[in-house]
């Protein structure tokens, strides 16, 4: 199976930056994708790069691709107390299908 | 937009029963859905990939006769868990594909517990 890795644990202070990361192994993925699951919800899409990109911005997010290290990462800026939550990686797979990273939970102390 | 609803959202049921897990794209027509597990503090697992009016297709280690999924129609698939015990006791979430998008949009998950 695919291998899609994360740091399990991130605490920021409210208002710094957070910086969470993720390595996968399938170099053949199309496009990579953040989600948040905030507790006991569901995953909500937060943003999505295409594998020939190298970084993509949206509002507070920036999602930056290395794709020779096979390293993605997401930053939060002036992160606040309503991100606090469960982050996960995926990369497209054969089939359309998903696979996930670990999940990383962002604590942002105030 | 692209809603997806899961129905229940939670459900306590006996050991030896079944349990039948709705997901439905609300406002878009899904020809693949997913369905994933989820254990506390851990990532989601897929279970199957769902295309609208064939047989789903299994993830290895899977049991299908266990797990029964059926996708009639372009907006609706269900999971029944047949014969529930507790170690079937997880957080099933469902995904639906739109059009023909890569990006999966997810339901908010069936919380099931099996005494």
């Known amino acids: 199976g695919e291998d899609v890795e994360q740091s399990l644990f991130l605490s920021v202070r409210e208002g710094d930056s957070s910086v969470i990361n993720c390595t996968y192994t399938d170099s053949s993925s199309t496009y990579l994708y953040w989600y948040k699951q905030e507790p006991g919800a569901g995953l909500q899409l937060l943003t999505y790069i295409f594998s020939n990109m190298d970084m993509k911005q949206d509002q507070r997010l920036t999602v930056l691709l290395n794709k020779k290290d096979k390293h993605l990462s997401l930053r939060i800026a002036d992160t606040q107390t309503g991100d606090s939550a469960i982050y996960f990686c995926a990369e497209i797979f054969t089939g359309n299908q998903f696979y996930f990273g670990t999940g990383t939970s962002l604590t942002v102390i105030p | 937009g692209a809603v997806v609803s899961q129905h229940p959202s939670w459900v306590i049921c006996k050991s030896g029963t079944s349990v039948k897990i709705e997901c439905r794209s609300l406002?878009?027509?899904?020809?693949?859905m997913f369905w994933y597990r989820q254990f506390p503090k851990q990532s989601l697992m897929l279970m199957a990939t769902s295309n609208e009016g064939s047989k789903a297709t299994y993830e290895q280690g899977v049991e299908k006769d266990k797990f029964l999924i059926n996708h009639a129609s372009l907006t609706l698939s269900t999971l029944t868990v047949t014969s529930a015990h507790p170690e079937d006791s997880s957080f099933y979430i469902c995904?639906?594909?739109?059009?023909?998008?890569?990006?999966?949009?997810f339901g908010p998950g069936t919380r099931l517990l099996v005494l």
């Open positions: 406002d878009f027509q899904a020809t693949t």
């Open positions: 995904s639906a594909r739109k059009g023909q998008e890569n990006t999966q949009y």
